[in-house]
């Protein structure tokens, strides 16, 4: 190696170490002057669990001094809330959960997120409660299952609340009778430490104040704290989307439209792409719900029964069976959340109607005579130009054709065929003459 490419070389190489320092240093280095501030806005999914999750670990990497969880959800599904409140209470990095900004709440499972963190804060015009166990949809648990879930969440709540000092009775109370209250009722009854107007204001009534870790005490120090703020990646932002039970179904159900269409019309491609890329998509996002594969199984079904209508005369019978299993598939697809049916009912009547519309296009093309080719040829009539005996000259479709027939056949008669092999034509006499 000559001395100009050392000298080439060389800085470049320096240039490339300084780089990957620059660039990949502020993970691994102290940042005790900084606070981390997420923002959880929304609905509570396994997609807004994860990037809860990886926010505080990274915030942990980076040895932040504080994180700041600005929350505004309406609730949301319980496992995705005990994975955060998880992330919480075993960060090594003090968390403060702000229910901000003016008008936002924190219910339902935001109540336990909020009496998990390290300090609990209200900003003035918000509110917090109403934590009773729902499906997502709604609807109300009923029964055995409903004394069950509402102990659990009950005793979960408490547990969490006496752990941090908070008024457990009150989030008891929220659980079983959903109870809700104000920023200032809130701080009264000690279910969360103090109110405060906008993030400024929040890091001057912070400063001094002594947190628990699970490592031991430490005392905050946030005055003139360089706020940063940890934005969700394209994953992260494309699992918050696809973990919604709705974006699932019609996933799922354009996924199965799109690889039936591809299968009944080999080499169209682009309906099977389509399909293929959405039905992994929704294959993706069953892992974080909770899928009963039951429904999953009677959708798989409706789409066997809708193929077989092509190929078999069910008169019907395989498309309305494929229709049943469909609307029952989709009613069980998920077993503690529920899709919408403001958005089933039509889905399940366009997509049935689709498939039933081209079943039936596809068995009318199955039965129709052929109009091209040679098999288009058979049960056609043609003029016959040059004496057939046993073989001679007929013009039909426009063309002159080679035929043959067991007769003997005379120019001018007329001539139906019976079979095509290769370029000849096997034909019998008509019993009509030109006119």
Do not use: C
Request: glycine share 10%; net charge neutral; aromatic share 8%.
């Amino acid at each position: 190696m000559g001395k100009k490419t050392i000298i080439w070389i060389g800085p470049f190489a320096l240039a490339l170490i300084l780089f990957q320092f620059l660039y990949w240093a502020p993970s691994g280095l102290s940042s005790e002057g900084e606070v981390m501030i997420i923002d959880l806005v929304g609905a509570i999914s396994p997609g807004s669990a994860a990037f809860l999750k990886k926010g505080i670990e990274e915030a942990e990497e980076r040895d932040v001094h504080l994180v700041i969880i600005r929350l505004d959800t309406p609730g949301g599904l319980g496992s995705s809330m005990r994975t955060m409140v998880k992330s919480i209470l075993n960060s090594s990095v003090p968390v403060v959960v702000y229910v901000a900004p003016k008008g936002a709440g924190a219910a339902s499972a935001g109540v336990m997120i909020t009496v998990a963190g390290h300090v609990a804060a209200m900003a003035p015009g918000t509110n917090i409660g109403a934590a009773s166990p729902v499906s997502i949809g709604g609807g109300e648990i009923q029964g055995t299952m409903s004394t069950k879930v509402m102990n659990d969440m009950a005793s979960y709540g408490r547990g969490i609340a006496k752990d941090k000092g908070r008024n457990a009775e009150w989030v008891e109370k929220a659980i079983r009778e959903a109870v809700s209250i104000t920023a200032r009722e809130a701080v009264k009854m000690k279910v969360v430490d103090l109110v405060a107007e906008d993030l400024e204001e929040l890091l001057e009534v912070l400063d001094g104040r002594e947190v628990a870790l699970k490592d031991g005490k430490k005392i905050l120090k946030t005055k003139g704290l360089t706020q940063s703020f940890f934005k969700p990646g394209f994953r992260d932002g494309i699992l918050k989307m696809i973990s919604d039970p709705n974006i699932s179904f019609i996933l799922l159900i354009i996924g199965a439209a799109g690889l039936y269409f591809e299968f009944s019309n080999p080499g169209a491609i682009f309906p099977g792409v389509i399909g293929a890329i959405s039905l992994i998509m929704a294959f993706y996002s069953f892992q974080a719900l909770p899928v009963n594969y039951a429904g999953l199984i009677l959708i798989a079904l409706a789409i066997i029964f809708f193929i077989a209508e092509v190929k078999v005369t069910s008169y019907g019978v395989l498309s309305m069976g494929g229709v049943v299993s469909l609307a029952l598939g989709s009613l069980m697809l998920f077993e503690d959340v529920k899709v919408s049916l403001k958005l089933m009912a039509p889905t399940i009547v366009l997509i049935s109607a689709f498939f039933i519309i081209v079943s039936s296009l596809a068995f009318r093309a199955h039965k129709t005579k052929p109009k091209s080719g040679m098999e288009g040829m058979i049960g056609s009539a043609g003029l016959v130009k040059e004496t057939i005996d046993p073989e001679g000259l007929i013009f039909i479709h426009g063309e002159y054709w080679r035929a043959v027939s067991g007769e003997k056949i005379e120019p001018g008669e007329r001539v139906q065929v019976e079979n095509a092999e290769g370029l000849v034509l096997t034909v019998k006499r008509a019993n009509d003459k030109e006119s």
